[in-house]
């Protein structure tokens, strides 16, 4: 691959000098602090791109999310800002809960943010943004296994200025924003930023007619003084994200011809037992909810219009981020000394229809508050000495809750097997009588127990609730306390005129402590046991059939639930019982005995409701971890001349293990999963041409990926969740090429181009029986059927090919400058999870065509017109959720937005 990599890099370089005419006038040079000093971009021996402020605003960029038009080998993940996630060269992660972290270093004014929900809202007065490549576990610490993206702000200026831009468009665009700087007082500058930006988004709720589109709002104040051998800055940042209405689109396979292709219908269908009892869609039967006439009324009205769907409840997210930090850097004769502190609140708040339809089925309410206090201490080495250097200490504190509330409506599967369990019950359990009562539910004339019968009487009560707030509710707090703590350096020393060494390394040491807490309001014993399993045709009942109603499994599962109670209670308090007092050695699960004493624990206990039915997911956890790791690094860099640079460097990465969420089962729970850790090889190219009117940087990779950290719905013990795991071993190689040239006095034309092969070593898949998807096939688990081995699979979230085209111009007039920006994006091959199906989680290519035109008129005034995504591609996948077979299939899927055209005014006084 390296060998390949020189011979196209010296090729493509020979090319350029020998055929390209250019005006030769020299681009712009561009200082980054990446390596925690001033340098220019072309003199750090890394893959590194950076954007000006002003190349963001001109090239239409508002948020974090429309960087990935500018970096080709970067990509966004989740449903909405509160769930996002940020990928670089095929390393990222989908989880987005206090339990883990991002795979990629965030960074606001050299503070650390841990999640990528800080840095979604808008990009307002922005100095530039550096977006670093590789791991970077040396400088920049855990989590920056795929790189680290920084982001500064503009620093108060000693000249007093005003901005005011303003702008309106389609799809309901509106934004507003103001900055002031100047001096304050003696060596005292100050600088205010106001900002506000609300768009549609691509999908309406159509029954209260709200959109997904977000509204942000930002507003930060920072200071800045200096003495004769010190400056320090004081920053406050707030901002905030507010989505009316989260929704998206549910894809129901009815079969492999007419709705779905045959790839579509085996990876959604429902399962044979959810067919059996109607259910279209996850835990939902379409054609019992009082939103929906039939099942085909309700498929029709999705297929209707895929942007817009109707939800049964008030939808919303809101996210909401506080920063404050502050920094003094002493410049003493042989070092500068730097001491940053920072403190960081991210909150956020949301309630979601989870099956994506307007049936009273299943919805889930999150709060997630965190609080992150950091502080480093660094020194550097003077910029004129010959041996550059930097060392310091770093802490970093993280205290965090969770909660999830996941609510059952009466049109869910949980809730109407809890009422199917009242009626068996009511009647007698499995007596002629509890058949009776089960005609008449399934006939909807069973009107529930008598208020005398408590227990039974409260579980139909929540079973059938119609009010919201009196759904069955499972409750689910995390709450994490990590503290980490680390001591880094680096050095380059020159090894002769052209060549230079740089040598660095970090060690980290986490602890991550967690207390996680469940609860419900419907404990029991488990409806499942009692029906619909019992009552399921798929399971062999016939209601013509005694025989039928008591099974071998039944047998079982009525014999743990007994023995377990006779198991919790005294002796004494048994002999009192007289049922369970009856069982005895000679009792045989499923005789008279058995069916009496399971009845009687029924009515002690009541009928428990789904996802948390039973006491035995009741409880409290409290666990603590903890991990280390040494990050080393290696560069060497050879100068041939002034003009370019070679470079080879070796580095590794982690990332920190974590905690579970949203979990019903102890054991899961204490699991936790493990550490992420990766080795880096690259080797790359930097040079300038034509009195550097042309620059190219190229670099060629391999990574070695070892445990992996992905979240997975699976279904356990009848219940569906999110589980994180670890995936073995993964390996990625990649090549990035970087072309930009002014072809005239005001012309800049740039290319990027990045290719990515990522797939895994070792992952075996056993989140559900894949058998169902990939037909017959030997489990790659001993302990689950159907576990599949995905070697030699390509990752998720990673383009095989990327490309941008950008061109620049710029006419002076005797009005002003005509300023004129036109980008196209393409980005091939993505999938949304490790199964690659066309229309539900994987798109064959992304394009993007984005123009600008601006007049900046000589008075201070510029007139802005534009349009994104100016092709209007809009059935692109952005996300795609795959619901379990066993409860009911389908999916959610949500696209990019379409063409968005407006105009934008600004002027600077």
Same mark, same amino acid.
């Given at each position: 691959?390296?060998?390949?990599?020189?011979?196209?890099?010296?090729?493509?370089?020979?090319?350029?000098?020998?055929?390209?005419?250019?005006?030769?006038?020299?681009?712009?040079?561009?200082?980054?602090?990446?390596?925690?000093?001033?340098?220019?971009?072309?003199?750090?021996?890394?893959?590194?791109?950076?954007?000006?402020?002003?190349?963001?605003?001109?090239?239409?960029?508002?948020?974090?999310?429309?960087?990935?038009?500018?970096?080709?080998?970067?990509?966004?993940?989740?449903?909405?800002?509160?769930?996002?996630?940020?990928?670089?060269?095929?390393?990222?992660?989908?989880?987005?809960?206090?339990?883990?972290?991002?795979?990629?270093?965030?960074?606001?004014?050299?503070?650390?943010?841990?999640?990528?929900?800080?840095?979604?809202?808008?990009?307002?007065?922005?100095?530039?943004?550096?977006?670093?490549?590789?791991?970077?576990?040396?400088?920049?610490?855990?989590?920056?296994?795929?790189?680290?993206?920084?982001?500064?702000?503009?620093?108060?200026?000693?000249?007093?200025?005003?901005?005011?831009?303003?702008?309106?468009?389609?799809?309901?665009?509106?934004?507003?924003?103001?900055?002031?700087?100047?001096?304050?007082?003696?060596?005292?500058?100050?600088?205010?930023?106001?900002?506000?930006?609300?768009?549609?988004?691509?999908?309406?709720?159509?029954?209260?007619?709200?959109?997904?589109?977000?509204?942000?709002?930002?507003?930060?104040?920072?200071?800045?003084?200096?003495?004769?051998?010190?400056?320090?800055?004081?920053?406050?940042?707030?901002?905030?994200?507010?989505?009316?209405?989260?929704?998206?689109?549910?894809?129901?396979?009815?079969?492999?011809?007419?709705?779905?292709?045959?790839?579509?219908?085996?990876?959604?269908?429902?399962?044979?037992?959810?067919?059996?009892?109607?259910?279209?869609?996850?835990?939902?039967?379409?054609?019992?909810?009082?939103?929906?006439?039939?099942?085909?009324?309700?498929?029709?009205?999705?297929?209707?219009?895929?942007?817009?769907?109707?939800?049964?409840?008030?939808?919303?997210?809101?996210?909401?981020?506080?920063?404050?930090?502050?920094?003094?850097?002493?410049?003493?004769?042989?070092?500068?000394?730097?001491?940053?502190?920072?403190?960081?609140?991210?909150?956020?708040?949301?309630?979601?229809?989870?099956?994506?339809?307007?049936?009273?089925?299943?919805?889930?309410?999150?709060?997630?508050?965190?609080?992150?206090?950091?502080?480093?201490?660094?020194?550097?080495?003077?910029?004129?000495?010959?041996?550059?250097?930097?060392?310091?200490?770093?802490?970093?504190?993280?205290?965090?809750?969770?909660?999830?509330?996941?609510?059952?409506?009466?049109?869910?599967?949980?809730?109407?097997?809890?009422?199917?369990?009242?009626?068996?019950?009511?009647?007698?359990?499995?007596?002629?009588?509890?058949?009776?009562?089960?005609?008449?539910?399934?006939?909807?004339?069973?009107?529930?127990?008598?208020?005398?019968?408590?227990?039974?009487?409260?579980?139909?009560?929540?079973?059938?609730?119609?009010?919201?707030?009196?759904?069955?509710?499972?409750?689910?707090?995390?709450?994490?306390?990590?503290?980490?703590?680390?001591?880094?350096?680096?050095?380059?020393?020159?090894?002769?005129?052209?060549?230079?060494?740089?040598?660095?390394?970090?060690?980290?040491?986490?602890?991550?402590?967690?207390?996680?807490?469940?609860?419900?309001?419907?404990?029991?014993?488990?409806?499942?046991?009692?029906?619909?399993?019992?009552?399921?045709?798929?399971?062999?009942?016939?209601?013509?059939?005694?025989?039928?109603?008591?099974?071998?499994?039944?047998?079982?599962?009525?014999?743990?639930?007994?023995?377990?109670?006779?198991?919790?209670?005294?002796?004494?308090?048994?002999?009192?019982?007289?049922?369970?007092?009856?069982?005895?050695?000679?009792?045989?699960?499923?005789?008279?005995?058995?069916?009496?004493?399971?009845?009687?624990?029924?009515?002690?206990?009541?009928?428990?409701?789904?996802?948390?039915?039973?006491?035995?997911?009741?409880?409290?956890?409290?666990?603590?971890?903890?991990?280390?790791?040494?990050?080393?690094?290696?560069?060497?860099?050879?100068?041939?001349?002034?003009?370019?640079?070679?470079?080879?460097?070796?580095?590794?990465?982690?990332?920190?293990?974590?905690?579970?969420?949203?979990?019903?089962?102890?054991?899961?729970?204490?699991?936790?999963?493990?550490?992420?850790?990766?080795?880096?090889?690259?080797?790359?190219?930097?040079?300038?041409?034509?009195?550097?009117?042309?620059?190219?940087?190229?670099?060629?990779?391999?990574?070695?990926?070892?445990?992996?950290?992905?979240?997975?719905?699976?279904?356990?013990?009848?219940?569906?969740?999110?589980?994180?795991?670890?995936?073995? +071993? &993964?390996?990625?190689?990649?090549? =990035?090429?970087? #072309?930009?040239?002014?072809?005239?006095? @005001?012309? /800049? %034309? $740039?290319?990027?181009?990045?290719?990515?092969?990522?797939?895994?070593?070792?992952?075996?898949?056993?989140?559900?029986?894949?058998?169902?998807?990939?037909?017959?096939?030997?489990?790659?688990?001993?302990?689950?059927?159907?576990?599949?081995?995905?070697?030699?699979?390509?990752?998720?979230?990673?383009?095989?090919?990327?490309?941008?085209?950008?061109?620049?111009?710029?006419?002076?007039?005797?009005?002003?400058?005509?300023?004129?920006? +036109? &980008?196209?994006?393409?980005?091939? =091959?993505?999938? #949304?999870?490790?199964?690659?199906?066309? @229309?539900? /989680? %994987? $798109?064959?290519?992304?394009?993007?065509?984005?123009?600008?035109?601006?007049?900046?008129?000589?008075?201070?005034?510029?007139?802005?017109?534009?349009?994104?995504?100016?092709?209007?591609?809009?059935?692109?996948?952005?996300?795609?959720?795959?619901?379990?077979?066993?409860?009911?299939?389908?999916?959610?899927?949500?696209?990019?937005?379409?063409?968005?055209?407006?105009?934008?005014?600004?002027?600077?006084?």
């Amino acid at each position: 691959m390296i060998k390949s990599f020189l011979k196209y890099t010296i090729t493509l370089s020979l090319f350029l000098t020998s055929t390209i005419s250019l005006t030769q006038v020299a681009l712009e040079e561009m200082v980054v602090t990446s390596q925690k000093r001033e340098q220019n971009l072309l003199d750090v021996p890394s893959a590194l791109q950076a954007f000006s402020g002003d190349m963001l605003e001109d090239a239409g960029v508002r948020d974090t999310n429309d960087l990935t038009r500018m970096v080709p080998d970067m990509l966004m993940s989740g449903e909405d800002v509160g769930r996002a996630n940020i990928w670089l060269r095929g390393i990222g992660s989908t989880a987005f809960d206090v339990g883990s972290e991002s795979s990629n270093a965030l960074f606001v004014d050299e503070v650390f943010m841990s999640r990528a929900q800080s840095v979604m809202t808008g990009l307002v007065d922005i100095e530039r943004v550096e977006i670093l490549k590789g791991p970077q576990g040396t400088l920049y610490g855990r989590n920056a296994l795929g790189g680290a993206i920084s982001i500064y702000y503009k620093k108060p200026t000693s000249e007093f200025e005003q901005k005011l831009k303003a702008g309106i468009g389609d799809s309901g665009y509106e934004s507003l924003s103001y900055m002031v700087s100047g001096e304050l007082g003696n060596n005292l500058f100050g600088r205010m930023i106001l900002g506000y930006q609300d768009v549609e988004g691509p999908h309406t709720e159509t029954t209260r007619g709200d959109d997904d589109g977000p509204k942000n709002e930002n507003l930060r104040f920072s200071l800045f003084g200096e003495g004769n051998d010190y400056e320090w800055s004081l920053t406050a940042d707030y901002s905030k994200s507010d989505v009316g209405e989260l929704i998206a689109e549910p894809v129901v396979c009815e079969d492999a011809v007419t709705s779905c292709n045959a790839a579509q219908y085996n990876l959604i269908k429902a399962s044979p037992g959810m067919v059996a009892l109607g259910i279209d869609i996850f835990q939902t039967n379409l054609a019992g909810a009082q939103a929906y006439a039939t099942d085909a009324a309700a498929l029709a009205s999705f297929r209707a219009d895929k942007y817009s769907s109707a939800s049964d409840l008030d939808t919303f997210a809101v996210n909401e981020d506080n920063l404050i930090s502050a920094k003094i850097k002493f410049f003493r004769d042989d070092y500068d000394l730097t001491l940053l502190a920072a403190t960081n609140q991210n909150q956020g708040e949301e309630r979601r229809d989870f099956d994506a339809t307007a049936a009273k089925s299943f919805t889930q309410s999150s709060f997630q508050k965190t609080n992150q206090s950091s502080f480093e201490l660094r020194w550097n080495s003077k910029p004129e000495d010959e041996i550059q250097w930097v060392a310091g200490f770093y802490s970093f504190l993280d205290y965090g809750d969770r909660f999830d509330g996941f609510k059952t409506g009466p049109e869910g599967l949980f809730n109407q097997g809890a009422a199917a369990a009242v009626a068996v019950a009511d009647g007698g359990l499995f007596q002629a009588g509890s058949l009776t009562n089960v005609a008449l539910f399934k006939a909807g004339a069973y009107t529930g127990p008598s208020t005398t019968k408590s227990l039974l009487y409260k579980t139909w009560s929540t079973a059938t609730a119609q009010d919201y707030d009196n759904w069955g509710t499972a409750d689910l707090d995390l709450r994490i306390n990590n503290k980490s703590s680390a001591a880094f350096g680096q050095v380059t020393i020159p090894m002769a005129d052209q060549w230079n060494i740089t040598l660095g390394a970090r060690y980290s040491y986490d602890v991550k402590g967690m207390t996680y807490i469940t609860g419900s309001n419907s404990v029991g014993v488990p409806s499942q046991l009692i029906a619909p399993d019992n009552t399921d045709p798929a399971n062999g009942f016939n209601q013509a059939q005694p025989g039928t109603w008591y099974t071998p499994v039944t047998f079982a599962k009525h014999k743990a639930v007994v023995d377990g109670a006779i198991a919790a209670l005294p002796a004494a308090s048994v002999l009192q019982v007289a049922e369970l007092a009856a069982i005895d050695d000679d009792s045989v699960a499923g005789d008279a005995d058995y069916r009496a004493a399971f009845a009687k624990v029924v009515e002690l206990q009541g009928i428990g409701i789904a996802p948390i039915a039973s006491s035995a997911n009741v409880f409290e956890v409290n666990k603590k971890a903890s991990w280390s790791s040494t990050d080393p690094k290696m560069t060497i860099d050879y100068k041939p001349n002034d003009n370019s640079m070679l470079w080879f460097t070796v580095a590794t990465g982690y990332k920190g293990g974590g905690w579970q969420f949203a979990n019903y089962f102890r054991d899961l729970v204490e699991q936790g999963f493990d550490p992420e850790e990766l080795e880096m090889y690259e080797i790359g190219y930097k040079g300038t041409f034509l009195s550097d009117s042309l620059r190219l940087s190229a670099a060629a990779y391999t990574y070695d990926w070892t445990d992996k950290q992905l979240i997975k719905v699976k279904v356990v013990q009848g219940l569906p969740l999110g589980i994180k795991q670890n995936a073995g +071993a &993964s390996t990625i190689n990649g090549l =990035d090429l970087n #072309l930009t040239a002014r072809v005239s006095q @005001g012309t /800049t %034309l $740039n290319f990027n181009y990045a290719y990515i092969d990522a797939q895994y070593d070792d992952y075996c898949d056993d989140s559900r029986d894949w058998t169902e998807v990939h037909g017959s096939f030997t489990s790659c688990s001993a302990t689950a059927a159907g576990a599949y081995q995905r070697a030699g699979g390509k990752m998720p979230w990673t383009p095989e090919q990327a490309m941008i085209f950008s061109f620049d111009h710029i006419e002076p007039t005797s009005i002003g400058d005509v300023v004129i920006s +036109a &980008s196209y994006s393409y980005k091939s =091959d993505i999938a #949304l999870g490790d199964e690659r199906v066309e @229309g539900l /989680t %994987l $798109n064959d290519t992304i394009e993007r065509l984005n123009f600008s035109t601006a007049i900046e008129f000589n008075n201070g005034t510029t007139l802005r017109g534009f349009c994104t995504n100016c092709l209007d591609e809009k059935d692109d996948l952005a996300f795609s959720l795959i619901y379990p077979q066993s409860q009911g299939g389908g999916a959610r899927v949500k696209y990019y937005p379409g063409i968005r055209a407006g105009l934008e005014v600004i002027h600077r006084f």
